[in-house]
């Protein structure tokens, strides 16, 4: 695990800490690519994909393109990427159905809340009596 449960009694509270922390992992890999170039696939930045119901789909896709040497790069990935997208089309609740509409359907959380009733002259006036 990533944490660490140490105990100090009384005593070892009077003093100065003895205590050497482990590394804090500045070896750990932290982007997409590893140093050696390998595929990081435990990286934040893939948000789940590697993981998800279409993960074996995903790695395989991005695995050949990743190591692709064809011109253009990935040309010859069309198979694990036809593969992974016929996967994702079964989830569409998960990745969405890809269509504009799901662009179009989803509010952005920018955009204002706007509402189709709209109030009347005889809703907004009051009458004063004078």
Same mark, same amino acid.
């Given at each position: !695990?990533?944490?660490?449960?140490?105990?100090?009694t009384e005593e070892d509270?009077?003093?100065?800490?003895?205590?050497?922390?482990?590394?804090? !992992?500045?070896d750990q890999p932290v982007g997409l690519i590893d140093d050696d170039g390998e595929i990081n696939w435990s990286c934040p930045c893939l948000g789940g994909m590697a993981t998800g119901p279409c993960g074996v789909e995903f790695r395989e896709a991005f695995t050949c393109f990743h190591y692709s040497s064809e011109d253009p790069k990935g040309s010859d990935c069309l198979g694990p990427f036809r593969q992974m997208s016929e996967c994702m089309a079964q989830y569409p609740n998960v990745y969405g159905s890809g269509?504009?509409?799901?662009?179009?359907?989803?509010p952005s959380e920018d955009a204002p809340e706007t509402s189709n009733v709209e109030a009347t002259p005889s809703q907004t006036e009051t009458k004063s009596s004078t």
């Open positions: !695990g990533k944490d660490q449960i140490i105990f100090v509270q009077k003093g100065p800490a003895a205590v050497s922390l482990p590394d804090d !992992g500045d269509t504009k509409e799901d662009k179009e359907e989803a």
